[in-house]
């Protein structure tokens, strides 16, 4: 893999490069700010199951500090067949989602799976997601380069930080600079087991941080693809100075139609926030 040298500063990423003294970038999601002094934690179902739930979920995240709400209405699934247990809500999902917003003022962030779809993604979420496995769909950047909603682009879990900057400045480079970038996990021959589907590259926190002015956060969730490691690698994550977190909760996690796996029950997310806030004392930051 190359490494990033000074003529991608220079010719490949120089929008998202940071200059010396350059401040990290401060991204707004509604009223949220996403790079300064207060960490953002954005948490919430794998997929928007049913209005009540979501609603539910929406209250309990927002009462324990979460400041954004996620959720996949569309979602990039591994295989194609979509059952009572396995599904995607597509439009309606959107249309729960601005019922929740609208009751608790929680902004959304939700992810947008194809070209075709950005205008209609758009019209609903605060900040568009563009999932791990398109972070080099270059017509999708591009036409989120003119969207007008800030966006989280996810690192693809093979790729490099060189080809995730270069994907950030596709979207700078048309045309927007609300760009938030998010590690979940990099995989590796030997990580294909229960235990270790993705490693989380934690270095990749400083890394970014002294090649971009980009603010960075963490999934731990899909990085981790099981819930017993998410505490301490949120934990971790913070401490390694991320700007944020974003966490799939769920009331019965083990019954969770997408990634039951990983989902954080109420109760374990609670108390996940308490030890973040503690740990952002220590780095400088608040929550
Ligand atoms: C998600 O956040 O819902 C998701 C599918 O994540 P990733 O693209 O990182 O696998
Ligand atoms: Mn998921």
């Known amino acids: 893999m190359k490494d990033i040298g000074p003529k991608d500063i220079e010719n490949n990423f120089p929008l998202v490069s940071r200059r010396d003294g350059q401040e990290t970038s401060v991204v707004r999601v509604g009223d949220v700010e996403i790079g300064g002094e207060r960490l953002c934690v954005m948490a919430g179902p794998c997929t928007i199951e049913n209005l009540d739930q979501l609603r539910d979920i929406a209250s309990h995240v927002k009462d324990s500090g979460a400041v954004l709400l996620r959720g996949g209405a569309y979602k990039p699934m591994t295989f194609p067949y979509r059952s009572e247990t396995a599904f995607e809500l597509g439009e309606e999902g959107l249309a729960f989602m601005r019922r929740v917003r609208d009751e608790t003022g929680l902004p959304l962030v939700t992810e947008v799976v194809d ?137 019965t996690p083990e019954k969770a139609a997408v990634d039951p796996l990983q989902a954080l029950s109420y109760e374990v997310f609670d108390g996940l926030m308490g030890d973040l806030r503690g740990i952002a004392r220590v780095v400088g930051k608040t929550l």
């Not at 972070?135 to 996810?154: A, D, S």
């Not at 693809?156 to 609300?178: K, P, T």
């Not at 731990?220 to 505490?231: E, I």
Request: proline fraction near 6%.
């Open 115 to 251: 070209v075709r779809l950005v205008d209609q993604v758009a019209e609903t979420a605060d900040m568009i997601q563009v999932g791990a496995r398109n972070m080099q769909n270059f017509p999708l950047l591009e036409e989120l380069g003119r969207c007008g909603k800030p966006v989280l682009l996810k690192r693809h879990f093979g790729c490099g930080i060189r080809d995730w900057l270069g994907a950030a400045e596709y979207l700078y480079h048309h045309g927007n600079d609300q760009v938030v970038l998010c590690e979940r996990g990099v995989s590796a021959a030997h990580t294909h087991e229960p235990t270790a589907r993705f490693i989380v590259d934690i270095q990749a926190i400083p890394a970014v941080q002294s090649y971009s002015h980009l603010p960075i956060v963490i999934d731990p969730s899909h990085a981790t693809f099981n819930r017993r490691f998410v505490p301490s690698i949120s934990r971790a994550a913070i401490a390694a100075g991320a700007d944020g977190l974003i966490l799939e909760v769920h009331p």
